[in-house]
């Protein structure tokens, strides 16, 4: 998807990236890293951002989202601060995320399964 076609919208996205909304900043750094082809620029630092423990989810002790977990695996980058959760989270038996029906597959498989590809990168490591 990246090349000129879509460069318009970088002005819009990249000041998405500075929004309150970790859902704008999600989409935001993922446009990003399609409309520029360049991951490391914006994308890994938001992404980053969105996963580690602390901050925002420090209060509600949430998981982190699991298509920002999802996209930094494929990317092959892990967080250090998120190694010591990706077991908790591989293999965790409850519910960690609310289920909700109405929106696709549970986002507890979606974290699991990322949280599972994390981890088998760093085994190949």
Known sequence: MH???W???LPRVEAS???PAPATRLWAAQAHRRIT???YARCVP???DLVRPGGERAA???PPPPSALATLAELGVTPDEIRPHLRAWADSERRIIP???RHGPPEDDLLRAAARA???LLADR
């Open 46 to 48: 938001v992404l980053t």
């Open 17 to 19: 990236l500075r929004e």
């Open 3 to 5: 090349g000129t076609r």
């Open 99 to 101: 289920c909700d029906a």
């Open 37 to 39: 082809g360049d991951p």
């Open 7 to 9: 460069r318009p919208l």
């Open 118 to 120: 994390h981890l088998s």
């Open 60 to 62: 509600h002790d949430t």
